[in-house]
């Protein structure tokens, strides 16, 4: 089956500690990206990478970073530079770079909470 | 500024009561509009890619239709698992950043 997932489901922080956020795909895309999604508001870019080893902020990147080493995994951590990390994180990709493939598919997500 | 608009927030729907979801949308030239379906708790499920104004496309009950100012999203003789929040997004030319609307909740009653 292919897929997107994201773990963990649910994540708990205690203040001034980074945290890691796992994405992976096997559905061979080129582009992946981080959202963070908070009540009342659309879905806000932390981060996207068209291809391995390149990445671009999004309109929130503050207070995150990723990485993209392998074309399937597209980590981001939230470190204690966040203020306001508690929220739900989605990561999604797409196809190849297309006319016909701009479409994203999203993973489950995670629910980040700050104790 | 690149901008997607959605209306309204919520709506309640009678079940078989049909409806119209709309997604308002300014952008620099767009490469494409789409809708997804978002149950709570959950990822966003895609539902369709629109291209060009008046392309129009179904699935069951839902039907997607596109102008150049505005997408609706058709709900004919909905059932109560028909109840989410619907996404709408646009995408400009030139940029593969996707612009968001705020999605409107729907809950359809028995």
């Known amino acids: 089956d292919g897929g997107i997932t994201q773990s963990p489901k649910y994540l708990f922080r205690k203040e001034g500690q980074n945290v890691t956020l796992s994405c992976e795909q096997n559905l061979n895309h080129d582009a992946m990206y981080w959202y963070r999604q908070d009540p009342g508001q659309g879905l806000r870019l932390i981060y996207y990478s068209q291809i391995v080893n390149d990445f671009q902020k999004g309109d929130i990147a503050e207070g995150y970073s990723v990485s993209r080493e392998k074309k399937e995994s597209f980590p981001l951590t939230v470190t204690s530079a966040q203020k306001n990390p508690t929220a739900f994180y989605l990561c999604?990709?797409?196809?190849?770079?297309?006319?016909?493939?701009?479409?994203?598919?999203f993973g489950p997500g995670t629910r980040l909470t700050v104790l | 500024e690149d901008q997607v608009t959605q209306s309204p927030e919520a709506l309640r729907l009678q079940e078989g009561e049909s409806s119209s979801l709309n997604c308002s949308y300014t952008v620099s030239g767009l490469r494409g509009l789409f809708w997804y379906r978002q149950d709570p708790g959950k990822g966003p499920e895609f539902l369709f890619t629109?291209?060009?104004a008046g392309e129009e496309k179904e699935k069951e009950r839902l039907k997607a239709t596109l102008t150049k100012k505005e997408s609706f999203l058709h709900i004919t003789a909905p059932k109560p698992e028909d109840s989410a929040t619907y996404l709408c997004?646009?995408?400009?030319?030139?940029?593969?950043?996707?612009?968001f609307g705020t999605g409107t909740r729907l809950k359809v009653l028995a």
């Open positions: 997004a646009a995408l400009p030319s030139g940029t593969y950043k996707y612009i």
């Open positions: 999604a990709s797409r196809g190849p770079t297309s006319d016909a493939y701009n479409e994203q598919f």
């Open positions: 629109l291209y060009s």
